[in-house]
């Protein structure tokens, strides 16, 4: 463990340095320092190492209490524990003071830990990793044969020394790469990894830490698959093609290797793995899971809400990373239409979900699970079964029939294997705050697949096959998904928001041929009058708190400009006329109102050029002429031009260049209709 000094015979071990510390002019709070934190300070100095020990453990089971933090942190806690707790004798008070700097990167502000960056603390940090790793591979005695209370302060050590990785990791980029960079912490977390002994909480809590460090990372994902001291990779492998907790956080880590590798469906790494050979291990996770009792009836009693999030976010994550397998694939995927080309018409906005290291809640069989080394006969076998599970995801039949998806796994899985179980779980019952957020994360996984696929371009033969598969699935998540919260009249403008955002992107996908009950579209335009109507309350209130605000939204984002996307989309050919019009009507109206915000103008206007920009569309002559459009949007044009200049390019300059974009466009739609009137 950490290195042993010897006790400096002297009264007591403050810093000769340290600047005096005034106490407190809160009388409370000074009453506090005397009666607790001076003694705890004055005993972490002494020269009795049980005495220290006592301090130090007594100052970890306080320091969660704010008052006691903020006295402690006053006094220079931080600076005692570096110099003198962090390499005392005993390893009792070594760990608590790893406790002690763990609970404080938790409670404490980001700057907190850039602080402790500053102070050295990886240096600290990287010595404690080092014993730890020693002690784990010593022959003499063999860790195992360590009394349990000896173990269990190994691994409490480790325990904090994993959360303030974690931390530091997220608190600054230049502390990430540091991180990195180390190849002492690296070997820690990859022993950990392997280390049958490990107990789960800790064995989570290593692949929590290591999801947090390999997120689009390259170094950190060159380094685990290159590992061969603990063989790291195999290892993961295994674990993720099993159960519980550790295949689900396995599969997370291994997500971000392939990602920051760019092992694609197209180019696969290391026997052919890529993010398909994970949708099922994700998938089976989700399946313990009732929509019926939500979160807490999975037949053991325990909320499992925490690991089903983490198989969510990993799940919206590869469904966001799909976008990129299919760009690079040899493929069409991306295009305007022929009308659009000869006006030259805008590019069309991706928009995808919030993909959120989660808690963990839930059992580990560490009996099947721990051991991961890849020394045990056994392994092979398991190794076996990895590799056939890889081919029959990754692999190409010969005899396969046209239109199959065989040449994109991922895809395949996620829309086969992911996509039921989602949609099964938008529909949880909600119970508890937990089910809302399983909820939410099922929704966000959806959104993300569901507008990777809409933004492929369908008019391509070559796509025809994406579209076959995706269809039928696009139609289940429509009927079983967004029908019931449209039918719900929930009041909830969250989940109004989030299911908005996916019915856009179905919307999209479908072009037109949405499973709508032709009456679907009226409530878009009910819940797009609601979020006008909260928008300019929450205006309101936020003018009475004179700027006390949250930060603002994107405008772009808005639950507004969604209602508008999927207005426009249901009311695309070939969707009846009848509701064309009423969308047509309801665009032109609000396109007309001074008062629409630029975000709700910009898309308005984005979803009339998609709607009308085929002369040979039905609803062309039937709508756009018959209803004269047309002068709606010349009178439109030069108040569109002011619009347009008002919006601050410092301030919101994304939302600048689209209305710019917009005026343009607009400008060239124009001409193009009156060079193209109905025939």
């Known amino acids: 463990m950490a290195k042993s ?19 407190p002019s809160d009388p409370e709070l000074a009453a506090l320092r005397e009666s607790k934190i001076l003694p705890v300070i004055k005993g972490l100095k002494s020269p009795e190492s049980k005495s220290r020990t006592a301090a130090a453990t007594a100052i970890a089971n306080i320091v969660t209490d704010t008052k006691f933090r903020k006295l402690l942190l006053r006094e220079q806690i931080v600076h005692i524990v570096l110099t003198e707790t962090l390499t005392d004798d005993s390893i009792d008070g070594r760990a608590a003071g790893w406790d002690i700097l763990r609970v404080l990167a938790q409670e404490e502000e980001t700057d907190f830990c850039v602080h402790l960056y500053r102070l050295d603390v990886l240096t600290a940090l990287e010595h404690a990793a080092k014993a730890i790793v020693d002690t784990l591979t010593a022959n003499g005695p063999p860790f195992t044969k360590l009394l349990k209370a000896q173990q269990r302060l190994v691994w409490d050590i480790a325990s904090s020394l994993l959360s303030l990785l974690g931390a530091l990791a997220v608190a600054r980029d230049e502390i990430l790469d540091a991180i990195v960079a180390n190849q002492n912490i690296l070997r820690f977390l990859f022993r950990l990894v392997s280390t049958s002994s490990i107990p789960p909480e800790v064995f989570e809590e290593t692949l929590s830490c290591l999801m947090t460090l390999s997120e689009d990372n390259l170094p950190i994902g060159q380094a685990i698959t290159d590992d061969q001291e603990t063989r790291c990779y195999e290892g993961l492998l295994k674990l993720g093609a099993g159960g519980g907790p550790a295949a689900v956080l396995a599969c997370g880590v291994l997500h971000n290797v392939f990602s920051s590798l760019q092992w694609l469906d197209h180019s696969p790494g290391k026997q052919g793995a890529c993010d398909a050979i994970l949708v099922p291990s994700l998938s089976r996770a989700l399946e313990q899971l009732s929509p019926i009792g939500g979160v807490k009836t999975n037949g053991h009693g325990a909320s499992h809400a925490g690991i089903v999030q983490v198989a969510l976010e ?30 030259d018409g805008i590019e069309d906005d991706d928009e995808g979900g919030d993909a959120d290291a989660m808690e963990v809640d839930g059992g580990y069989d560490g009996k099947d699970d721990k051991d991961v080394s890849g020394d045990e006969d056994s392994d092979d076998d398991n190794i076996e079964d990895i590799e056939a599970d890889m081919e029959r995801v990754t692999g190409v039949d010969d005899n396969v029939e046209e239109g199959s998806l065989d040449d994109l796994p991922t895809l395949r899985e996620l829309i086969q294997t992911a996509t039921p179980q989602l949609i099964r779980l938008t529909n949880i019952s909600i119970n508890s705050d937990d089910d809302i957020s399983v909820q939410s994360h099922a929704l966000s996984a959806l959104n993300n697949i569901a507008w990777t696929l809409s933004c492929i371009d ?34 909830d403008l969250n989940l109004a928001t989030l299911v908005t955002g996916l019915a856009w992107a179905v919307a999209r ?44 939204e994107d405008p772009l984002q808005g639950l507004g400009v969604k209602c508008i996307g999927v207005l426009g989309s249901l009311a695309r050919d070939p969707a009846p006329i009848a509701t064309n019009r009423d969308v047509g009507v309801f665009l032109m109206t ?36 018959k209803d004269g459009f047309l002068k709606h949007l010349e009178d439109l044009l030069p108040r569109l031009k002011t619009l347009a200049k008002g919006v601050d390019k410092r301030k919101a300059e994304e939302l600048r260049t ?17 060079k193209n009137p109905p025939k």
């Open 5 to 23: 000094r010897k006790n400096r015979a002297r009264p007591n071990r403050s810093d000769p340095i340290a600047k005096p510390v005034k106490p």
């Open 658 to 674: 689209k209305a710019d974009e917009v005026v343009l466009n607009l400008g060239r739609f124009i001409q193009y209709k009156k």
């Open 509 to 552: 996908s479908l072009n037109g041929e949405t499973p709508s009950d032709r009456t679907q579209h009226r409530k878009f335009i009910a819940l797009y009058q609601a979020a006008k109507a909260h928008d300019s309350k929450q205006d309101q209130m936020q003018d009475e708190a004179k700027g006390e605000s949250e930060e603002e």
């Open 590 to 625: 609000i396109l007309g109102r001074p008062e629409t915000p630029v975000a709700d103008v910009i898309e308005a206007l984005n979803q009339v050029f998609d709607i009308y920009g085929d002369e040979e569309a039905p609803c062309d002559k039937e709508v756009f002429w």
């Open 458 to 491: 369908f008019t391509s033969e070559e796509n025809a096959n994406i579209l076959t598969a995706w269809a039928p699935t696009a139609r289940k998540v429509w009927k079983k998904t967004i029908t019931p919260v449209l039918n719900s009249d929930n009041a």
């Open 314 to 343: 990993v799940l919206a994550s590869i469904g966001t990373d799909l976008q990129n397998t299919l760009e690079k694939g040899n493929r069409s995927q991306f295009g305007h239409s022929k009308a659009e080309e000869e006006w």
